[in-house]
Every structure is written in structure tokens, then in C-alpha cells.
């Protein structure tokens, strides 16, 4: 459904959030080796996520990455998803087709629809805040 840099995205953002509840920085090796990801992949994503003003880069021999934790319950998952991967997952056609629309529907085009809208919503109303608690809480894990 996400795009694998989506995907490290998430994972990138929740492992962020969690250490930044614990007043600490994570350096790029460390998120990619937290969520099994390529550190040069998770550099670029990482660009990304501070571009879109999700988490902060601090420079320095203290540096790393964070997020201010006034901050952590108010970044949607929305927002990591769109700085990624724009937002065609809410328009995209469920098989892929060019044109699917409500003019020009593809046969699975209001089943579809009905899953987009359900996704969007959660997405929405999901905020870091809520998935970096679950992982702190052990109710919840980013790697295997």
C-alpha cells in the first residue's frame, strides 16, 4: 500500500519520537539499524521528514535527529505519508488503471473507494504521539 520509503518513513518517525520522549537524539545508523532498514536509504528519508518539518537535524557531536515533544502529538501520520509519498495514495485507481473515476470507473473502482476513504481517515486521525506510546508500552514493535 506505502511506497518502501514510506514504510521506513513511518518506522523512522515512531523510533524518533520514542527516543525523543526519553530527551535523546538518534543518529541515522541507529534508526537504520532499528528498523532494518539501508542507512543511505534512511538518510534520504530522513531529508525528506525534516524538509516537511517532521523531525528536527541537530548538528554536532550531540547531534541527531528528534522531535520536540510538544510537538509529537500533533504530526499526523498524513503528514509522514505525503512528505513521502505525496498524496496519490487517495486518488490512485485500485488496479492501477490511468483514468478511474466517477465518470470512467474501473470495476472495483467503489469498493475501492470506500477502502481509500477508510485509509484517509486513519491516516488522519493517527498521530505519532499514539504510536511511538505503543511501542514504549512493549504493546507494539517496529522490527521483527
Same mark, same amino acid.
Given at each position: 500500500?506505502?511506497?518502501?520509503?514510506?514504510?521506513?518513513?513511518?518506522?523512522?518517525?515512531?523510533?524518533?519520537?520514542?527516543?525523543?520522549?526519553?530527551?535523546?537524539?538518534?543518529?541515522?545508523?541507529?534508526?537504520?539499524?532499528?528498523?532494518?532498514?539501508?542507512?543511505?536509504?534512511?538518510?534520504?528519508?530522513?531529508?525528506?521528514?525534516?524538509?516537511?518539518?517532521?523531525? *528536527?537535524? /541537530? @548538528?554536532? %557531536?550531540?547531534?541527531?535527529?528528534? !522531535?520536540?515533544? $510538544?510537538? &509529537? *502529538?500533533? /504530526? @499526523?501520520? %498524513?503528514?509522514?505519508?505525503?512528505? !513521502?509519498?505525496? $498524496?496519490? &495514495?487517495?486518488?490512485?485507481?485500485?488496479?492501477?488503471?490511468?483514468?478511474?473515476?466517477?465518470?470512467?470507473?474501473?470495476?472495483?473502482?467503489?469498493?475501492?473507494?470506500?477502502?481509500?476513504?477508510?485509509?484517509?481517515?486513519?491516516?488522519?486521525?493517527?498521530?505519532?504521539?499514539?504510536?511511538?506510546?505503543?511501542?514504549?508500552?512493549?504493546?507494539?514493535?517496529?522490527?521483527?
Amino acid at each position: 500500500m506505502f511506497s518502501k520509503a514510506c514504510e521506513y518513513g513511518i518506522k523512522a518517525a515512531i523510533f524518533i519520537a520514542t527516543k525523543s520522549y526519553e530527551d535523546k537524539r538518534v543518529s541515522p545508523k541507529e534508526i537504520a539499524e532499528k528498523i532494518n532498514s539501508p542507512q543511505a536509504f534512511t538518510a534520504k528519508i530522513l531529508q525528506s521528514l525534516v524538509r516537511n518539518d517532521i523531525v *528536527s537535524s /541537530v @548538528k554536532g %557531536a550531540y547531534g541527531g535527529f528528534e !522531535i520536540q515533544k $510538544d510537538r &509529537i *502529538s500533533q /504530526v @499526523k501520520l %498524513a503528514q509522514i505519508v505525503k512528505s !513521502i509519498d505525496g $498524496d496519490s &495514495i487517495y486518488m490512485g485507481c485500485g488496479l492501477g488503471l490511468e483514468k478511474c473515476d466517477e465518470n470512467h470507473p474501473c470495476p472495483a473502482h467503489d469498493k475501492f473507494k470506500i477502502v481509500r476513504d477508510e485509509l484517509q481517515n486513519m491516516l488522519e486521525n493517527t498521530t505519532l504521539e499514539e504510536l511511538a506510546l505503543n511501542i514504549k508500552s512493549g504493546s507494539a514493535f517496529l522490527k521483527t
